[in-house]
């Protein structure tokens, strides 16, 4: 009981300073929200405030809150909190990366469709103009021999 009064003064300690620390330890499957302000540190002239939760890092992976009074844990936490954002933005990258992956398979099985069919329909040319080549010669053939026939027939009729 006396580790969830703790939490409760942390919690109301976080609304009311930008400071804050503690000792009690969190049940790792309840969410944690920390907020301090690195602003008090000589070595950080930048104003820079740590997005300090991290809602797509693993439990295990999630920055510790620092100690405040150590220089060494603070430089830490802020490393930490640094890789994490970077950590955020190669998952987002790589999410965005997977994306424009599907998107060129799905182009280029379009292409490869689109290849094919164009492939097939060359195909069908290829065949077709044979055929029509065939069937042209197989017409002059007629035409000629029609006329042959029709000579003939005129032959005769002229001389009977």
């Known amino acids: 009981m ?7 003064q942390t919690s109301k300690s976080i609304d009311s300073s ?9 049940p790792a499957d309840k969410p944690v929200r920390i907020a301090f302000s690195l602003n008090d540190s000589p070595d950080d002239a930048s104003s820079e405030n740590f997005p300090l939760a991290f809602p797509d890092l693993d ?4 920055p510790l809150p ?18 994490a ?12 990366l997977e994306e424009r992956k599907k998107e060129l398979i ?3 099985e379009q ?28 017409q002059t053939q007629c035409v000629e021999q029609l ?5 003939q027939y005129q032959k005769r009729q002229g001389s009977s």
């Not at 006396?2 to 409760?8: H, R, T």
């Not at 439990?59 to 999630?62: A, N």
Request: glycine share 2%; net charge negative.
């Open 59 to 62: 439990q295990q992976l999630q």
């Open 106 to 108: 799905a182009r280029l």
């Open 18 to 26: 930008a400071h804050m620390i503690t000792t009690a330890r969190v």
């Open 2 to 8: 006396a580790g969830s009064k703790q939490l409760e």
């Open 66 to 83: 620092p100690c405040h009074d150590s220089k060494e844990s603070m430089q830490v936490y802020k490393q930490h909190c640094k890789i």
């Open 85 to 96: 954002e970077e950590y955020h933005e190669v998952k987002k990258e790589i999410a965005l």
């Open 111 to 138: 292409v490869e469709k689109e290849s094919m069919d164009a492939a097939q329909l060359a195909k069908e040319y290829a065949e077709l103009t044979e055929e029509n080549r065939t069937l042209r010669l197989a």
């Open 147 to 151: 006329e042959k026939l029709r000579i």
